[in-house]
């Protein structure tokens, strides 16, 4: 297996714009099988010739004992000189908005993958835990079950969710220079943890995961759909920026269960998205209550109805209640989720709703540019 330092040797030999070994230019390597994912730094005054070395850096790196794929991207940094370096917010800004060999912008936020899609939808938490993935899974299943085209975006670089919740194990193929989804119930997939072995940690850096997350929205052959559900990480850090700059999000699913902690991080959430211009569809309040299987009684663990409150507070439509329920939990850990395990069950039923409300506010209302953010 192809090691950190065999990558960084296959680099010797290049050089960067204005003569520098482009060995010093690496900001980061990360090697999962046979598959190499390296990110270059350079200054996006020179993008021509920094497209060149990292063209030539994939090659060379393609030629390396070991490895059979290998993705080069670029992330900006602004030429050395005596001034104060850019915050962190700065230069992820610049990076997604300005990076060398990024092709100008387009209606559908500079990125040509993305044209053919009708509406994308962000289904987003302020925090882990409250069943964003489960949500995205059933809701994405329930846009299917209605006649759309449906993609699913596991945007979860670093906790994916989507090969286990599918049960889907192979890797996606190589077809025409873009990676093929994978399918699962009629809806196309792709997560990076087709990629990646899920018991391999994902020790990157913020801006391998921008590019990562823009590489999986811009080089995956998602062809045309109707709705493309993308499943957020949780907070609202680097990937939620990325895709708020390059992606004209029709809309966003806040996810959150009733009590005060998850909601504090749920308003966050659905201010973020505010700020950024992305409208939002509504709020969901997960595991809103327990049916016991054997007696039938009902208990609010977490508490009641904290969801549907917020959302009034806010102003925003709230989309329904979804139980913590054993067949929620044992088709989605059985790789079966319960819209396409079991569609006529009771538990289906939920998500098959919110998927209905969902369509219905994407339908009527109007279509969005991705916005323009400058952080500084």
């Not at 520098?20 to 730094?41: H, I, M, Y």
């Not at 915050?87 to 044209?115: D, F, V």
């Not at 219905?360 to 400058?374: F, G, M, N, S």
Request: with cysteine; net charge neutral.
């Amino acid at each position: 297996m192809a090691t950190e330092a065999d990558i960084l040797k296959a680099l010797e030999g290049l050089y960067g714009p204005g003569g520098a070994p482009l060995v010093g230019a690496v900001s980061g390597v990360n090697v999962s099988g046979a598959k190499a994912f390296v990110s270059l730094a350079g200054d996006p005054s020179q993008a021509q010739a920094w497209e060149a070395a990292r063209v030539a850096a994939e090659r060379a790196i393609k030629a390396a004992p070991g490895i059979e794929q290998a993705v080069v991207t670029l992330t900006a940094e602004r030429a050395s000189r005596p001034e104060a370096p850019p915050t962190r917010a700065q230069a992820h800004a610049h990076a997604h908005s300005h990076g060398p060999g990024a092709p100008p912008p387009q209606q559908k936020g500079g990125i040509p993958a993305l044209e053919k899609i009708r509406f994308i939808v962000a289904v987003a938490s302020g925090k882990g835990g409250v069943g964003k993935s489960t949500t995205s899974a059933n809701l994405a299943l329930g846009l299917a079950a209605q006649g759309w085209r449906v993609g699913l975006l596991d945007a979860d670089v670093y906790g994916p969710s989507m090969p286990r919740l599918f049960g889907l194990t192979d890797k996606p193929k190589v077809e025409g220079g873009k990676l093929a989804p994978l399918e699962a119930y009629g809806v196309k997939i792709m997560s990076m943890g087709f990629l990646v072995d899920e018991n391999v940690p994902m020790v990157w850096r913020g801006p391998m995961v921008s590019q990562a997350i823009s590489q999986m929205l811009g080089e995956v052959a998602w062809g045309e759909l109707d709705a493309l559900v993308i499943d957020m990480p949780p907070g609202t850090g680097d990937v939620q920026l990325t895709i708020a700059q390059q992606v004209p999000l029709a809309g966003a699913v806040i996810v959150s269960t009733p009590q005060d902690l998850a909601l504090i991080d749920a308003r966050r959430a659905v201010s973020m998205f505010q700020k950024v211009e992305a409208p939002i569809l509504g709020v969901i309040e997960n595991m809103s209550y327990f049916l016991c299987p054997h007696c039938g009684g009902r208990s609010e663990i977490f508490a009641h109805g904290g969801a549907r409150h917020d959302a009034e507070q806010m102003g925003v439509p709230f989309l329904g209640e979804a139980p913590l329920d054993i067949k929620i939990r044992q088709t989605s850990d059985a790789g079966r989720p319960v819209v396409g395990a079991e569609p006529d069950s009771p538990q289906a039923a939920v998500y098959l709703n919110l998927a209905a409300k969902v369509k219905t506010l994407l339908e009527t209302q109007k279509t969005r540019t991705a916005p323009k953010i400058v952080v500084g």
